[in-house]
């Protein structure tokens, strides 16, 4: 079996296409062999190997490890380096690298390969001891924490009292000697803590290391990560073994990452940042402050630090040759890793950079406009539920703001929150339904439960690139790092900033678009949806065949989706209507009526309020379709229910308390979801469904006459199984329209339909469609009764059976395609085939779930509806189902 894949020196067994088999790293790295990239060589053993690792009793297979060998002997013979060798020694870096991008998730050990002579050999062959036993003392710290599980702390523990100590504020100040001292000490504390010497074989070293990485898969961190992203936990984990070089080799010598387009604001401009004479992680880690790479980013960020670009004018305009080089070939903004050593370039990594939202519609648009992707690719390109964020709040720039504070503007948007420090308190307030602003010097992956609740991040460390940045940027959450003007005070709980001291439970504002701190809670306005967005949701609206509806209940809604771009109303519920105002008392009568005269006295009185209600609304939706739903829920939840309440009702009705408890307790059902509800109560009252009716007709003339263009009317009749019960309402809503028409002498259109939301009716549906003329699928109800589970009650078991594996996904949230679904193509096909121009839509929640829509889109439905927030997401999530 073939378990380790080579590349280096121009040429790669692999490439881009094989992420599946090396993971994003190590299919990258071949691909940028290939292209003839400076990379240092290595190789890949592949993801599967994790698996059979696990599945062994956490053990390596031999043959991988000939293998693993055999091109090491092949790396030796490229570098002229010999791992282990005591003179010109090669050292390994092991890196791990899956498929889906975890970033910093997963382990890393560089410097593999050094020992007690091999340092003597490195420092002597470099002509600088300083920066061997620097090196040393590196590698012993991660392998000492990934291979043997010591906290970093214990290292860095020792390594601050030695600064302190020699009286020296920078690991750069350390000499040879000073380091040389430190790794003593680390190695006689691993003995202390272990029982055991640090490993001096190493063949010893890289097998251990090549197994901590395959381990590091399951570590809590990546697990959280990959339930939060959705990543499946069987792909493993590839590991990549390379030849290491060095940007801790004196001061000709770097490190650093970039992105080659701003990923903030999505701008073309190269953008990074770098150390001199450093290693690894050492630029995310926040421990110096990191340096621009070019000049323009230098002025941005107002440092007096030179730019590479000053420093290593050579280097950095082959850097940016490269970076344009990758953006070409691989049609996307890169994130890339690279380091120099004492002059020489050698690139560690590329991928797809994160960006935000708006970065990654500018960069698009702008693709478009450069002719490197089409609009349908640019389309594409961006994820549906993103756009979240850009729907998201921003400071009202004109409102008085009291800045406390600033730091990197990393990840846009703004919200408020009370100040925790810790990821803990932030899951706890959390959960208590208060709103929190996660504030930490610097935050690492263990923070990632903490960062996931929060309304907005703040750190005073780190740089775009940290990990505070990167992964707000990704959960789309607002963020502000290195905020160096203010200070925390973990012992106290305090947060403070110019001139004013924040504690626990104190209101801040962070505004992730200015990088701005302010006092307290402020106005926020609305975005724009103009410039890039509309130009990629016109090529979206381009793209796609179905039509976006939304569900709408009041004017405010209407006019917030119409703004969002929907194309009419595929759900109004007219009860939410009923429980505005006083009209609650005057429902309360109807519901309460001992006779229908009764009734019809108090439908009298909703009968203009509903009017004027839907004459608002269809002028909102002038010529569009609107589809009005019947009353639906079971009459009780209209009633009063404390003692308090019956009274105070009994009073306005002139009705006894006792009489009153009495109607409402006759009104009581087992289980109202399924009882008196639906069409139920329109052929037990029709009534209502006449009152309704007629104020939906006389709305739509009225509105009608005012615009000057009707609504598409369609009345649609809830939990519908028998085509019976349609036929019944349909008759009494044809009849008020025949008395309407008359009245009023226009003309009505208007279609008469059903929801179809029980499994009855998606099995009838060629019986149904007889009488209906559109069908909605009302997926909440359809998955609810498809499953016979009560979606009010699914929270007591839904984790449950996630957690167990029982199922994967809330039915509730992504459409359950295998039962719901089925049923849904089986009532399309069956309706269709009698009536092939029905009008097929979706009117659930999973209306606005990219996945569920993609289903839509293959079934064949006309259109979505889904709640006004959405819809600009449905209208992306239609484009690419149908691209
Ligand atoms: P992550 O997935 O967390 O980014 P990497 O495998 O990319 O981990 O390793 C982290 C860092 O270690 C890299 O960004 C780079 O600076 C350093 N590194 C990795 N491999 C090498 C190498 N062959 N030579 C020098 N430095 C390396
Ligand atoms: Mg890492
Ligand atoms: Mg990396």
């Known amino acids: 079996k073939k378990w380790v894949y080579r590349f280096g020196g121009g040429k790669a067994e692999g490439s881009a296409a094989d992420v599946a088999i090396l993971g994003g790293k190590g299919a990258n790295l071949a691909e940028m062999a290939s292209l003839g990239l400076p990379v240092p060589p290595g190789m890949t053993v ?17 043959e991988m490890k000939n293998q693993v060998l055999d091109v090491l002997a092949e790396m030796e013979a490229l570098t002229g380096r010999k791992f282990g060798g005591t003179t010109k020694p090669l050292l390994l870096s092991v890196r791990s690298g899956a498929r889906a991008s975890m970033p910093g998730m997963m382990d890393t050990v560089l410097n593999l390969g050094l020992n007690d002579q091999t340092v003597q050999a490195l420092g002597h062959d470099a002509g600088d001891a300083r920066f061997a036993w620097d090196s040393y003392r590196r590698f012993i710290q991660m392998y000492g924490n990934v291979v043997l599980g010591l906290d970093h702390e214990v290292f860095e523990e020792i390594l601050e009292d030695e600064k302190s ?22 190695k006689q504390m691993i003995r202390d803590e272990l029982d055991e010497d640090f490993p001096q074989d190493p063949q010893v070293q890289l097998w251990k290391a090549v197994a901590a990485v395959f381990s590091s898969w399951t570590n809590a961190r990546a697990v959280t990560y990959r339930t939060l992203h959705r990543i499946p936990h069987d792909w493993g984990t590839a590991v990549n073994i390379q030849a290491m ?27 990074g940042e770098f150390l001199i004479n450093a290693q690894g992680e050492d630029v995310v880690a926040g421990i110096r402050t990191p340096q621009s790479l070019t000049e323009e980013g230098r002025l941005a960020s107002g440092s007096d630090k030179p730019s590479m670009e000053k420093l290593m004018p050579e280097v950095f305009s082959e850097f940016t040759a490269i970076c344009r080089r990758l953006e070409a070939h691989y049609r996307d903004m890169q994130d890339v890793e690279f380091t120099v050593e004492r002059g020489t370039l050698w690139m560690l990594q590329t991928r797809s950079g994160k960006r935000t939202t708006r970065a990654a519609m500018k960069i698009a648009v702008d693709m478009v406009d450069e002719g490197v992707i089409t609009e349908a690719e640019a389309v594409t390109r961006i994820e549906p539920t993103s756009l979240d964020q850009l729907l998201h709040p921003t400071v ?16 846009p948007g703004a919200a408020s929150g009370e100040i925790v420090f810790t990821a803990e308190d932030a899951v706890a307030a959390e959960a208590e339904g208060r709103k929190v602003v996660l504030v930490r010097i610097e935050t690492s992956p263990e923070d990632i439960h903490g960062m996931h609740v929060a309304e907005a991040i703040l750190t005073t460390r780190g740089g775009m690139t940290s990990h505070a940045a990167v992964v707000a940027r990704g959960m789309g959450i607002p963020c502000v790092v290195g905020a160096g003007n203010m200070r925390v005070d973990l012992r106290n709980g305090l947060l403070i900033g110019a001139g004013v001291t ?20 402020v106005a926020m306005i609305q975005p724009e949806l103009s410039g890039d967005f509309a130009r990629l949701m016109a090529w979206a609206d381009k793209a ?47 519901i309460l009526a001992e006779d229908e005269a009764g009734r019809r006295a108090a439908l009298d009185k909703l009968l203009p309020m509903q009017r004027s209600d839907f004459t608002e609304l269809f002028t909102i939706m002038s010529g569009l379709p609107v589809t009005i739903r019947l009353l639906d829920p079971p009459l009780h939840e209209f009633l009063p229910k404390t003692e308090a309440e019956i009274e105070e009702v009994a009073e306005a009705m002139n009705m006894e308390p006792g009489q009153l408890s009495r109607r409402v307790e006759a009104l009581h059902e087992f289980n109202p979801m399924l009882g008196h509800r639906g069409c139920r109560l329109a052929i037990s009252y029709p009534e209502i469904a006449e009152m309704q009716a007629r104020a939906i007709f006389e709305a739509s003339a009225a509105a009608a006459k005012a615009t000057g263009a009707a609504v598409e009317l369609e009345i649609m009749v809830p939990l519908v199984g028998l085509r019976s019960e349609l036929d019944y309402v349909k008759s009494c809503i044809d009849q008020v329209a025949a008395e309407v028409s008359k009245e009023t002498g226009m003309a009505i259109g208007y279609l008469a339909g059903t929801m179809i939301e029980l499994p009855r009716a998606a099995i009838r549906a060629h019986v149904i469609a007889e009488t209906a003329e559109f069908f909605s699928f009302g997926t909440n109800d359809l998955t609810q009764t498809t499953f016979g589970i009560s979606r009010d009650d699914a929270a007591a078991f839904i984790p449950t059976y996630q957690r167990k594996g029982i199922i994967e996904h809330d039915p509730f949230i992504s459409l359950d395609f295998d039962g719901v679904g089925e049923l849904i193509q089986i009532a399309a096909e069956r309706g269709r085939k009698t009536r092939p121009d029905l009008k097929l839509g979706i009117c659930g929640e999973h209306g606005g779930d990219p996945t569920s829509i993609r289903f839509c889109e293959g079934v064949g439905l006309d259109y979505v509806s889904c709640s006004p927030f959405r819809v600009p997401i449905a209208r992306l999530a239609a484009a690419q189902a149908a691209i």
């Not at 080659?260 to 190269?270: A, D, V």
């Not at 109004?572 to 309360?588: A, D, K, L, S």
């Open 46 to 62: 592949i993801a599967e190997c994790c698996g059979w690792y696990f599945a062994n009793g956490r053990s390596l297979p031999d």
């Open 165 to 186: 100590r020699l009286g020296h504020d920078y690991d750069t100040e350390l000499s040879a000697v000073e380091w040389q001292h430190i790794v003593d000490l680390y």
């Open 502 to 521: 924040f504690r626990r439970g104190d209101i801040v504002t962070v505004d992730g678009s200015s990088g701005h701190i302010l006092k307290g809670e």
């Open 544 to 590: 796609r065949r179905m039509t976006v509806r939304t569900n709408a209940d009041t004017p405010t809604d209407a006019r917030a989706a119409r703004s969002f771009g929907a194309e009419g109303i595929g759900l109004c519920r007219t009860e939410h209507m009923f429980f505005e105002g006083g009209r609650i008392h005057v429902m309360r009568e109807m």
């Open 396 to 411: 009202d720039p004109r409102v008085e703001r009291v800045v406390i504070g600033s730091g990197l503007p990393a990840s």
């Open 245 to 271: 070089v060095f940007g801790n080799l004196g001061s000709s010598s770097a490190t650093g990452v970039a992105f080659t387009r701003n990923p903030s604001t999505g701008e073309k401009s190269l953008y």
